[in-house]
């Protein structure tokens, strides 16, 4: 479904993607774990073409894209991308979020759209928040909200970038849930995340990237009780 | 003192009449110097944030240029400028040179306001499939709009204090009133003192129904 070949990302002088290899397979479900600053968000970033890689190659749902000469927006609206700070729009109720881009970029009637939007809002369980302006959610309410927003665009891939990481505790579960009925269901994901209890239960495949380069790709129970990698097990020592 | 109020009460009874008309000029002189200032602030803003280095050296020179030189000077420059090519009364003169000086100011507070919107909201727009266009109509600018309106309400009490410059190219405004009634009487004191309360009293005006709009504003977010 999503395909990166060899790629190379640097800010100035600090190469922060050293030649990446990555296949994700439809419906599956990679975690990607790494300490901070070893380029696991960035990668995520590159999918959705908000940083643009130096070189290598993405590849989505078995086209290769040139992100010089193709219109990004039509790309970008096959991807849906989850922030770790939500970033739902302040201006808008928690429904017009969600309907925003069906209504200006795919063109649909609005009455079609708030069709769609509540039954999204009813799937993350957030319906009778509809009218509600982002300013009155909680954290886990704001983020299920930006799924469901998400979510609207009827994306072939999901990527999550630290979807909890801004959450209080007692929050980070209804989030977790929510993902996980979407894995449940079919969805292509990629998730960068913190929480391993998710990464062992949801994911199909856990990646651990260090200093830009992936060392370690193995399903959960392979990743957690036998990784072959020094700094893997440094690292799930680490989180245990 | 009994009889300087006396006297300003004087002045104020013997010119209102005349004073009304002005103001009516004043608030005319007001109202083109913010929507021309508006309308080319907003352009220049745009121009100075877009991705083409000619558009944005442009802007530069512009906001440099009206910043580094006073207003009065604007306006002379402006009224002689343009009446060499083109007929035009002095009013109008007068107002290019408010709209097109308040325009620098006020492309600096949009810029401002459109950078200081949380690179986030951007972000979230393109990654749903926004083109940039979309982004900045529908995201990014209506918020820094909301964020505009507090600045943009000050440059609008400027202008208005502003607009009696134009004075010195015979615009009848309150000013020019308040000095020819001070040359005319020999009460230079109390003229003056009038028209500065026609003036604060003008901009309290408009201090008042501009918290009332921030208050709509703040409500309507809520």
């Known amino acids: ?240 | 003192m009994p009889d300087l109020f006396v006297d300003v009460f004087d002045v104020f009874m013997r010119t209102y009449q005349g004073f009304l008309e002005a103001t009516v000029v004043t608030l005319e002189l007001t109202a083109i110097g913010v929507v021309l200032g508006t309308v080319i602030g907003l352009i220049f803003a745009l121009m100075k944030i877009s991705g083409s280095k000619i558009l944005r050296g442009i802007a530069n020179i512009y906001i440099t240029v009206i910043r580094g030189t006073p207003l009065i000077v604007q306006i002379m420059f402006l009224y002689f400028g343009i009446v060499e090519i083109y007929t035009m009364s002095n009013f109008w003169a007068g107002a290019i040179a408010l709209g097109v000086h308040n325009g620098a100011y006020i492309a600096e507070i949009f810029r401002g306001a459109i950078q200081g919107i949380d690179p986030g909201q951007r972000e979230a727009s393109l990654s749903l499939g926004m083109n940039r266009k979309q982004t900045m109509q529908r995201i990014v600018f209506p918020q820094a709009l909301r964020r505009s309106i507090p600045p943009l309400g000050n440059q609008f009490i400027i202008t208005l204090k502003d607009s009696s410059l134009v004075y010195i190219i015979g615009v009848a405004e309150i000013f020019s009133l308040a000095n020819r009634e001070a040359a005319q009487s020999y009460q230079a004191f109390e003229s003056f003192l009038v028209v500065a309360l026609y003036y604060l009293v003008l901009v309290m005006i408009f201090t008042f129904l501009l918290r009332l709009y921030e208050n709509k504003l703040d409500v309507d977010k809520a």
Do not use: W
């Open chain 1, 1 to 240: 479904m999503i395909v990166g070949k060899n790629i190379h990302k640097s800010f100035g002088d600090l190469e922060v993607l050293k030649g990446v290899d990555l296949h994700v397979k439809p419906q599956e479900v990679v975690v990607l774990v790494g300490v901070s600053g070893s380029g696991k968000s960035t990668l995520l970033r590159c999918f959705n073409f908000l940083e643009m890689i130096n070189s290598g190659e993405i590849t989505i749902d078995g086209h290769t894209i040139n992100p010089k000469k193709e219109d990004l927006a039509k790309i970008r609206a096959e991807v849906g991308m989850v922030f770790q700070h939500f970033n739902l729009f302040p201006h808008k109720s928690v429904l017009e979020n969600v309907i925003e881009a069906p209504i200006t970029v795919k063109k649909m009637k609005k009455e079609e759209a708030k069709k769609l939007g509540m039954n999204l809002l009813r799937k993350v369980g957030l319906e009778d928040k509809a009218d509600v302006y982002p300013s009155k959610l909680s954290g886990g309410q704001k983020q299920r909200v930006a799924i469901a927003r998400s979510l609207a665009m009827e994306p072939k891939v999901m990527l999550f970038d630290e979807p909890t990481s801004a959450l209080d505790p007692e929050l980070v579960g209804e989030v977790l849930q929510v993902m996980k009925q979407l894995a449940e269901e079919g969805m292509t994901m990629v998730v960068v995340t913190h929480e391993m209890k998710f990464a062992k239960e949801v994911a199909d495949r856990i990646i651990m990237i260090d200093q830009g380069t992936i060392i370690e790709s193995a399903d959960p129970k392979n990743f957690f009780e036998n990784p072959q990698n020094e700094r893997t097990k440094q690292f799930i020592q680490l989180v245990e």
